[in-house]
Structures are given as C-alpha cells and as structure tokens.
C-alpha cells in the first residue's frame, strides 16, 4: 500500500462534502499540476491518503482511500488531465496542523514540509505513522 495527501480548500472542497459522498466517493479533479497528475497515476485501488485542509486551517482532517484509479479527469476535454477517485474512511480525532508537522524533528523531509504548494503529494510509511499517532487514529 502507498500513502498520499490531498489538498483541498475547504470553501471549494470540505472534508464534509468528501464525507457525504459516502462509498462511491469523488473524483479527484481540476488538478492542472503535471507532478500532482503523475501521483495520481501511481495510485492504486486501496491505497490511502490524507485530506488536508489549506488556506487558513491548514490540518490534516481526515483519512480516504483510492477507490477508484486514473482515469480522465471530467472537468476537463484535455486528454493530458486524469484523476483518481477517493473516498472518505475515517476522521482524525484531533486535526493535524501544518504548525505540528513542521514541529516534529521526524517530518522536516516530508514533501508538505519542503513543497507545501503540491496539491497531490505522496508520503511516506513513517510519515504516515506519526501524523496518524498525532492525529489520534489507527494508522491500519
């Protein structure tokens, strides 16, 4: 299983909204990021992800998993722009903020770190780990 993190403002895409979307899920789109794009290329069905809330929260919020893999992005003719489709899983118990993240000696290398602006980013195992001890929720 690979680990990723999503970026969304949440006055265009909340964490509610993804929730409401139940098992089917969302696509993942309007991503114009050739990087971001190629992530979700590399995503398979079951992988998991953070949901991160941008702009003015700035937290980790939520856990959701691929649940559907690229494919074309229907936002768009432009056949050079694919996504992914995700599904909520669970909420964390207690967002985790940038501030926090960037306070562990054990995340300096995360890409939300060194490449905040990356909409579509992958994260590793450990890192994995330790927002999820953060953010009080199993890891799976």
Known sequence: MAYWLFKSEPSTWSWDQQVAKGAAGEEWDGVRNYQARNHMRDMKLGDRGFFYHSQKEKAVVGIVEICAEAHPDSTTDDPRWECVDIKAVRPFTEPVTLEQVKAEESLAEMVLV??????????TEEEWRKICALGQTEAD
């Open 114 to 123: 060194k490449s905040s602006r990356l909409s579509v980013q992958p994260v």
